[in-house]
């Protein structure tokens, strides 16, 4: 790959974090992969054939800020420093206003926001130590747009990104990037539970869901590489979110035709 050598990921059991995972694995990095279900993390590393001489696991739960600490801590004492850390774990359920319960809105909220927050401030106080270093944090296109169905999710990535770019610019003046990507929805197991969810149907309106595989391309053959400040996929996809960010009264027209589009695809995408 010849950049940064040095990983530090959350998230790496299912989904984004586990590809990744196998896309640095295979690019020869170490890394330190965490998840808060480490039985599921150790089936990844197993069925990925990730070297024990190179990937380190570890239980982490990014909702615990002591836990960071231990957790970067150990991987310094491994790899003698962290060049990358990705704060990819996530959470989301679709709900609409009414039917929010306390425990959705605090996962929501601890695990897509605080996760972040904490992740992203331990990482930054090693990096200032060795003098270098690269934080990217997945926020999401609802943190670009109003999402009817996802007001919860959407203001935790509000959030998620408005910190991010604060940090990008307190940063960047010390040799820290922080990358913020924005993608639209990707086949994960995020979507398994929003099967017959009424409230989930703006997720299906694209034509093609992304892959994990669209993710792993664009940070492995452009963020890591030229480090930008923010980055949405498909773009075109981010231009329409970020319109409706500045003219929210379009979502009265737009939202229910993507709505109807999307419960659509939505139920092909189960049956399928």
């Known amino acids: 790959m010849g950049g940064p050598e040095r990983f530090f ?17 295979a690019e020869g990095c170490r890394l330190v992969a965490t998840d808060i279900n480490d039985e599921h993390l150790r089936t990844a590393a197993e069925q990925g054939g990730w070297p024990a001489d190179r990937v380190r696991l570890r239980r982490l739960d990014v909702r615990d800020p002591q ?4 957790a970067m801590a150990e991987a310094v004492a491994a ?26 809105i605090d996962r929501h909220i601890d695990v897509n926001l605080k996760g972040v927050i904490h992740g992203t401030a331990t990482a930054s106080r090693q990096m200032l130590r060795q003098g270098h270093g690269h934080i990217i944090n997945i926020a999401s296109i609802a943190g670009l747009a109003p999402i009817p169905g996802l007001a919860v999710y959407a203001a935790t990535k509000y959030a998620c990104r408005g910190y991010s ?11 820290i990037f922080v990358t913020t990507i924005s993608p639209d929805a990707v086949d994960t197991p995020l979507l398994a539970p ?15 869901l992304l892959t994990v595989e669209d993710i792993g391309r664009l940070v492995i053959e452009h963020v890591l590489k030229h480090r930008p400040m923010e980055v949405t996929i498909p773009r075109w996809r981010g231009w329409v979110a970020r319109l409706t960010n500045i003219f929210p009264w379009l979502g009265f ?20």
């Open 165 to 175: 770019l604060a940090a990008a610019l307190e940063l960047r003046e010390r040799n």
């Open 79 to 104: 790899w003698g420093g962290i060049d990358v850390v990705m704060n990819i774990a996530g959470f989301m359920q679709s709900e609409w206003v009414h039917q929010s319960t306390v425990r959705t």
């Open 253 to 272: 027209s737009l939202a229910p035709l993507f709505r109807w589009i999307g419960a659509k695809r939505q139920q092909h995408y189960f049956r399928g």
């Open 9 to 25: 990921l959350t998230g790496c059991a299912s989904g984004i974090g586990r590809h990744l995972a196998d896309r640095l694995v």
């Open 67 to 70: 836990e960071w600490e231990e």
């Open 194 to 208: 929003q099967e017959g969810v009424d409230a989930a149907a703006l997720l299906f309106s694209s034509r093609h």
